[in-house]
């Protein structure tokens, strides 16, 4: 199916804002298309659009290209689990077409919505894709300070409205695993509220009553624990421990680039710590470049890039800091979940 020129134009608009261009040509190169192009104009206008108009490429191709570029990263992620069997009810799918049909919202299964700036958090997407995946996009406004002036017995201040778009995603796996992700705040670092609206809005879908938190807590003592086995993998810039009585012992670098592996001093002291019944509370920690699989093509890198995470906040909240592949993201989360047994 072909998207209409106006669901055209602003695929391309989203892809500028959330990918790269590198990741959509290896996109089409993957699809076997022509990719070569030196800029954005280039791309769309002399391979997508073509594309599109030879049906090379069709209307689910740019949602799969949506999906690949807004929904990993940049985001608070909270932990959910289920029991398996419990998960699978909730994803088959005639009771998910139920569901949305009673809600007025049945033509999202085979037509997700390609939206910009919502006036309210508007459901976009579901599908069963490895679990079942629900995405809401909403308009959220902020006020960026401008500058200031007297004028008689008044100071005024002028700020510039400034409109983003955020993407959240719920994301249920097959074993039970529910994956919150809230596109981050500028000058927030509370999400309860955000929490709370997604839960009230696909309720419907992830009945609350059914998942517990996810603590995540074994996960960052035993990165801590066993980071001198991990040196090619994960890079410390900060970290705090904590005991049972609230004392904290915090160490951090001189820079982000810089390692708290390459300080045994300050190393020693929270090793020390930690022998008396403390656990990691917070922690700034880079999952290195090709620390999963090394290769020629950076591309195939696992990661590709160094992902920034924050293991901080909630009990079952972590956040990557900027945006990521779906691979990326993937690794990162698996490795959690493997260092939270």
């Known amino acids: 199916m072909k998207p209409d020129t106006g669901e055209r134009d602003l695929v391309f608009k989203l892809l ?4 790269t261009l590198g990741q959509v040509v290896q996109y089409l190169k993957r699809k076997g298309l022509r990719y070569s192009a030196g800029s954005w104009d280039e791309l769309f206008g002399k391979r997508v659009s073509k594309a599109l108009e030879e049906q090379e490429l069709t209307r689910e191709d740019l ?45 999202l299964i085979g037509r997700p919505r390609i939206l910009d700036q919502p006036p309210s958090p508007t459901l976009t997407d579901v599908r069963l894709d490895e679990g079942l995946v629900a995405k809401v996009v909403e308009r959220r406004i902020y006020h960026r300070f401008v500058d200031q002036r007297t004028e008689g017995d008044f100071l005024v201040r002028r700020y510039r409205e400034l409109a983003v778009r955020a993407v959240n995603v719920f994301r249920l796996g097959n074993d039970g695993l529910l994956e919150l992700r809230i596109y981050r705040h500028e000058n927030s670092s509370d999400y309860r509220n955000d ?147």
């Open 16 to 19: 500028q804002e959330n990918s």
């Open 195 to 341: 929490v709370a609206k997604m839960w009230n809005l696909l309720g419907f879908l992830f009945p609350p009553s059914d998942f517990k938190e996810l603590s995540i807590g074994k996960a960052k003592t035993h990165l801590w624990k066993n980071r001198n086995s991990l040196k090619s993998v994960l890079r410390y810039s900060d970290s705090t421990l904590r005991n049972a009585l609230g004392t904290a012992l915090s160490a951090s670098t001189g820079s982000e680039q810089q390692s708290l592996f390459d300080d045994q001093g300050a190393s020693n002291s929270l090793d020390e710590f930690l022998r008396y019944k403390a656990y990691c509370d917070t922690s700034n920690v880079w999952w290195q470049k090709g620390g999963g699989k090394r290769s020629e093509n950076e591309f195939d890198m696992l990661p590709s890039k160094d992902v920034h995470v924050l293991l901080k906040g909630g009990i079952n909240e972590f956040a990557l800091t900027t945006k990521c592949s779906k691979q990326d993201y993937e690794y990162v989360i698996d490795q959690l979940r493997r260092s939270n047994k």
């Open 63 to 107: 949602i799969e290209l949506i999906r690949l570029s807004e929904e990993y990263g940049t985001q608070h992620v909270f932990l959910y689990v289920t029991s398996p069997r419990r998960a699978a009810q909730l994803f088959d799918k005639a009771s998910v077409e139920s569901s949305l049909e009673k809600m007025g919202l049945s033509s």
